[in-house]
C-alpha cells in the first residue's frame, strides 16, 4: 500500500475515535518521546482525548522537552477513579489521604501558591480507550508492563503502529513503517501535514517541530550516523522553518555532561576489549560501576555512539549494561553496512536496523552471557570476513595502529573531569541552568547563560 493511502486511513480512523491511548517503546529514547508526545499535542488540538504512557521513566536529559509531564507510568484500571491535579503552574509538595466513617479526604499540599477547583479534574478508568498509537516500537513486548500486563487490550482495541525499524512486525491495523525513515518523528511530519489539510487547522507548532526534530537529532545521532538520509536533513530543515528549537535540544542532550556520567565514560573506556582480528570492541557497564560513579542506567544513552566515532577500525561495537532488573541489554553499532547490526542483534532475540540495534537478556549471569555474546560476535565475524584471510605479516603491521586509543580518551576524560571537579558546587550549578526561552525576558537572564558543565569530546 502507498504511503498516501496509510496516512489517509490512519486520519480516517483518527476521526473516528475519541479516546486514544499513545505507547512510546523501550528503552525510551528521543524519538519515542518527541514522537509520542508531538502525537499527543496534535490529537489534542484535534479535540481528542489522549493519554501517553511508558513503562520506564523519562531520561533527566530529554525532561525539557515540551509535555513529558503528561507521560504516565501505569495503565489505570477500569474501575479506579481518578483526580487529576494540574501542575504546570503550581508544584505538589505532599499527597496524603486519611478515611474518616463515611469519607475519604485527599490532602494536597502546594509548594508555594494555591491549588483551586480549576486545576483539579475527574476522570474514570481506562475501559474505554478506542484507539492505540504505539510509536517507535518494533515488536509489542518492547512496551513491557503496559503489554505484559494487558495483552488482551491489543486485541480488543485498534492499533496504528507507526515505525521505522527493519525489525517491525506489523502487529498494527494499521503499520505505517518506512525502514527508510531515519527516525518515526520523520514519519510523523507528513502525516501530520496531511492532517493540517484534512481538518483544516493548524497542527505543527513550535513545540510540535521541536519534539520532532529531537527524534531526528538523537535518532541519526546529530546527524552522524549512517542513517542520515537527504530527507532527514530535508526534514530538519523544514521543521527548523516551523520553529523547532534546535539549539535547545542540542543544548540539553549533546553540550550537557554530568561529572557523573563522565566518570561513567570512564569506566566503560578502562573495560574495553578489542579483537583486531575480527574487528570487534566491546565494554560492559555493571550495577557496580552505576553505584560507583553515581550515575544511572539511563545515562549509557550516548556511550555507545561516542564509541563509534572514537573506534573507527572497528566493524561490530558493542555495549553490555548490566541493569538493576536482573536483565542485560546490549547495545550494537557497526561501522560497515556489510555487518548488519540488526542481525547480530537477533542472535540474542532483539532487533532494530542495519547499523544500530541493540537486545536484551532476561534474567542470567552477566560475565557468563559476556562470553557467550562475544563468542557468538566472533563467530558472525568470522563467517564475514573468512573469505579474506590476511597474511600474518599484514596482520602484524596492522597491530601498530590500535582500532581504538583507549589511552587518549582515558586522558581526555581525566581532563574533563579534573575541570568540572574545580566547577561550582551542584547547587550553583543547579541554580544557574539554562532558562527555558519563555522566561528568559522575565527573569533578565542572557541567552547564553549555560552551565559550565560543557564538555565536548575532540578527535
Ligand atoms: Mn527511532
Known sequence: MKFSDIQKNIIDLVKRSEKILILPSTPVDGDAIGSSLATYLVLKKLKKSVTVVCAEDIPDVLEFLPETQVIGDKLVSSKDFIVTIDTRKIKVDEIKSNIEENKVNIIITPKEGRFTEKDITFNEGMDEYDLIITVDTAELPQLRKIYEDNPQMFHEIPVINIDHHVSNEHYGKINYVDIMSASTTELLLPLFEKMEEKFEIELVDED???????????????????NTTPKAFAHAAQLIAYGARQQEIIQHIYK??????????????SKIQTDEKYKIVWSSVSQEDFRDTQSREEETGDIIDELMTNAPGAEVILLLKERADNTIS??????????????????????????????????????????????????????????????????????????????????????????????????????????????????????????????????
Request: cysteine-free; aromatic content about 6%.
Open 330 to 459: 546490549g547495545s550494537v553499532r557497526t561501522t560497515n553496512p556489510a555487518a548488519d547490526a540488526s542481525a547480530i542483534a537477533e542472535m540474542f532475540g532483539g532487533g532494530g536496523h542495519g547499523q544500530a540495534a541493540g537486545f536484551r537478556i532476561v534474567d542470567g549471569n552477566f560475565r557468563q552471557h559476556e562470553a557467550e555474546i562475544i563468542d557468538k560476535i566472533r563467530q558472525y565475524q568470522s563467517e564475514r570476513l573468512g573469505v579474506v584471510e590476511e597474511p600474518q605479516e599484514q596482520e602484524e603491521t596492522k597491530k601498530e595502529t590500535p582500532i581504538i586509543d583507549v589511552q587518549k580518551l582515558l586522558n581526555q576524560v581525566k581532563e574533563a573531569e579534573k575541570a568540572q571537579e574545580a566547577m561550582p558546587s551542584k547547587e550553583d550549578v543547579e541554580k544557574f541552568k539554562p532558562i527555558p526561552p519563555k522566561h528568559r525576558e522575565s527573569k533578565g537572564t542572557t541567552a547564553g547563560t549555560t552551565p559550565g558543565v560543557t564538555y565536548k569530546f575532540e578527535d
Open 256 to 269: 550537557t555532561k554530568q561529572l557523573s556520567q563522565l566518570k561513567l565514560w570512564g569506566r566503560v573506556l
Open 208 to 226: 510540535v517541530a521541536t519534539l520532532l526534530l529531537a527524534g531526528i537529532i538523537t535518532d541519526t545521532g546529530s546527524f552522524q550516523n549512517s
